[in-house]
C-alpha cells in the first residue's frame, strides 16, 4: 500500500456541527477504506462547526495522518464545503459522502467498481430513504421526488436521486467544475454539458442517529431557483442574446403590431384611445422587449468578462495524443 506522497483516493466530508458522529463515522470508514487496498486521504472541511466537531477531528488527525482538516472561517454552506475539498483532493478518485453516517462508507467499494467500468462520474441512489421514517415524508421524500423529476426534466439528465452526497468523481471532473450556490445537487446535470460520462449505483441509507439535519423545507425553494440558474448556465450561458433577444424581440414585435392596430383604429376610423387599455399593454410589451434585448447584450458582455478573466475554455477536453 503506497502511503506516500499522491494518494490514490480522495474522500470528502463536509461537516458542520456532526461531534458526535465523527468518532463513529471514522470507526467505521477507515477500515472500509483501508480494505479497499488503494491509499487514500480523507478531507474533512469543517464548515464553522459551533460544537467541537473540528476538535475531534483535529483529534484524529494526530492519530492518522491520512485524515487531513480544513477548517472554514464560518458556515458556507455545504456546497462551498464540498469546493474547498475539491480544491484539496489529490486522489485520481474523488468520493464525497456526508458526515453524518447516513451513507454507510461500505457503499464506497461499490461505488469504485463502478468507476473502473469507465464512468467519470458515479452518484449513489438511496434506494432505503424509507428508513428516514415517516415523520420526514411531507417534508422532505415529497419534495424530493418533485426536486428529482423537476431536475431531470430540465436538465435532460436521468438519474433517480440528486440529492444523494454519496458519490465517486474522476479528478478531472472534480477539479474543474465550479460550484457555487446550493450547487452540488446538480454537478451530475452541469458535469454532463462537459460530456462526462455518469452511472448511478444503488447506495444503502439510515437514519440519522446523532445530531440534527440542516436543511427544512425551504431547501426546495432554493433547489427551484438555483434549477433555474443552471438550466440557463447549461443551455444559454455562451449565447444569452439568443434567448433575451429573441424574447424582446417577440415583445417589440407584438407590441407595434398592437399599436400599428390601434393608430389605424384612431385615424381611419376615428376611435378614441383614451380607453384602451390595449394601448398600455402595446406601451409596456414595447418597452420590455427594447429592455431585453438591452439585457441580452449585456449579458453577452458579462459572459465574456466572464470566461476570459478565467481563461475559462469554452470546451473540455477528454484527452489529447501528441
Ligand atoms: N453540512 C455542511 N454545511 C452546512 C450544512 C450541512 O457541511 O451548512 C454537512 C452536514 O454536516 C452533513 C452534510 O452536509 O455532513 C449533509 O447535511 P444534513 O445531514 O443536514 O442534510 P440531510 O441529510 O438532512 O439532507
Ligand atoms: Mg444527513
Given at each position: 500500500?503506497?502511503?506516500?506522497?499522491?494518494?490514490?483516493?480522495?474522500?470528502?466530508?463536509?461537516?458542520?456541527?456532526?461531534?458526535?458522529?465523527?468518532?463513529?463515522?471514522?470507526?467505521?470508514?477507515?477500515?472500509?477504506?483501508?480494505?479497499?487496498?488503494?491509499?487514500?486521504?480523507?478531507?474533512?472541511?469543517d464548515?464553522?462547526?459551533?460544537?467541537?466537531?473540528?476538535?475531534?477531528?483535529?483529534?484524529?488527525?494526530?492519530?492518522?495522518?491520512?485524515?487531513?482538516?480544513?477548517?472554514?472561517?464560518?458556515?458556507?454552506?455545504?456546497?462551498?464545503?464540498?469546493?474547498?475539498?475539491?480544491?484539496?483532493?489529490?486522489?485520481?478518485?474523488?468520493?464525497?459522502?456526508d458526515?453524518?453516517?447516513?451513507?454507510?462508507?461500505?457503499?464506497?467499494?461499490?461505488?469504485?467498481?463502478?468507476?473502473?467500468?469507465?464512468?467519470?462520474?458515479?452518484?449513489?441512489?438511496?434506494?432505503?430513504?424509507?428508513?428516514?421514517?415517516?415523520?420526514?415524508?411531507?417534508?422532505?421524500?415529497?419534495?424530493?421526488?418533485?426536486?428529482?423529476?423537476?431536475?431531470?426534466?430540465?436538465?435532460?439528465?436521468?438519474?433517480?436521486?440528486?440529492?444523494?452526497?454519496?458519490?465517486?468523481?474522476?479528478?478531472?471532473?472534480?477539479?474543474?467544475?465550479?460550484?457555487?450556490?446550493?450547487?452540488?445537487?446538480?454537478?451530475?446535470?452541469?458535469?454532463?454539458?462537459?460530456g462526462?460520462?455518469?452511472?448511478?449505483?444503488?447506495?444503502?441509507?439510515?437514519?440519522r442517529?446523532?445530531?440534527?439535519?440542516?436543511?427544512?423545507?425551504?431547501?426546495?425553494?432554493?433547489?427551484?431557483?438555483?434549477?433555474?440558474?443552471?438550466?440557463?448556465?447549461?443551455?444559454?450561458s455562451?449565447?444569452?442574446?439568443?434567448?433575451?433577444?429573441?424574447?424582446?424581440?417577440?415583445?417589440?414585435?407584438?407590441g407595434?403590431?398592437?399599436?400599428?392596430?390601434?393608430?389605424?383604429?384612431?385615424?381611419?376610423?376615428?376611435?378614441?384611445?383614451?380607453?384602451?387599455?390595449?394601448l398600455?399593454?402595446?406601451?409596456?410589451?414595447?418597452?420590455?422587449?427594447?429592455?431585453?434585448?438591452?439585457?441580452?447584450?449585456?449579458?453577452?458582455?458579462?459572459?465574456?468578462?466572464?470566461?476570459?478573466?478565467?481563461?475559462?475554455?469554452?470546451?473540455?477536453?477528454?484527452?489529447?495524443?501528441?
Amino acid at each position: 500500500m503506497n502511503t506516500s506522497s499522491t494518494p490514490e483516493l480522495s474522500v470528502v466530508l463536509p461537516v458542520y456541527n456532526e461531534a458526535e458522529n465523527i468518532p463513529h463515522l471514522f470507526a467505521e470508514l477507515i477500515p472500509t477504506l483501508e480494505s479497499i487496498g488503494r491509499s487514500f486521504e480523507i478531507i474533512a472541511v469543517d464548515d464553522g462547526s459551533r460544537d467541537d466537531s473540528f476538535a475531534r477531528l483535529a483529534e484524529i488527525h494526530q492519530r492518522d495522518p491520512r485524515v487531513r482538516v480544513v477548517r472554514l472561517r464560518r458556515n458556507f454552506g455545504q456546497t462551498a464545503a464540498f469546493a474547498a475539498g475539491f480544491d484539496r483532493a489529490r486522489g485520481d478518485v474523488v468520493i464525497t459522502m456526508d458526515a453524518d453516517l447516513q451513507n454507510p462508507p461500505s457503499d464506497i467499494p461499490r461505488l469504485l467498481a463502478k468507476m473502473e467500468e469507465g464512468y467519470d462520474v458515479v452518484s449513489g441512489w438511496r434506494v432505503n430513504r424509507w428508513k428516514e421514517g415517516l415523520g420526514t415524508f411531507f417534508t422532505r421524500r415529497i419534495p424530493s421526488t418533485i426536486a428529482n423529476w423537476a431536475i431531470s426534466t430540465v436538465t435532460g439528465v436521468y438519474l433517480h436521486d440528486y440529492g444523494c452526497s454519496l458519490k465517486a468523481y474522476c479528478r478531472d471532473v472534480a477539479r474543474e467544475i465550479r460550484l457555487y450556490g446550493d450547487m452540488h445537487r446538480f454537478v451530475p446535470a452541469i458535469a454532463s454539458y462537459y460530456g462526462v460520462s455518469i452511472a448511478e449505483v444503488p447506495v444503502d441509507y439510515r437514519a440519522r442517529r446523532y445530531g440534527r439535519s440542516k436543511y427544512g423545507i425551504g431547501r426546495t425553494i432554493r433547489v427551484i431557483l438555483d434549477l433555474l440558474t443552471v438550466r440557463f448556465l447549461l443551455s444559454y450561458s455562451t449565447r444569452p442574446i439568443q434567448i433575451f433577444g429573441l424574447m424582446g424581440l417577440i415583445a417589440i414585435i407584438l407590441g407595434t403590431a398592437i399599436g400599428l392596430y390601434l393608430t389605424a383604429l384612431k385615424f381611419l376610423y376615428g376611435v378614441s384611445l383614451t380607453e384602451r387599455p390595449l394601448l398600455l399593454l402595446a406601451i409596456m410589451l414595447f418597452t420590455v422587449g427594447v429592455q431585453l434585448v438591452l439585457m441580452g447584450l449585456l449579458a453577452e458582455l458579462v459572459v465574456r468578462t466572464y470566461f476570459e478573466s478565467q481563461n475559462k475554455p469554452i470546451y473540455a477536453v477528454r484527452e489529447e495524443l501528441g
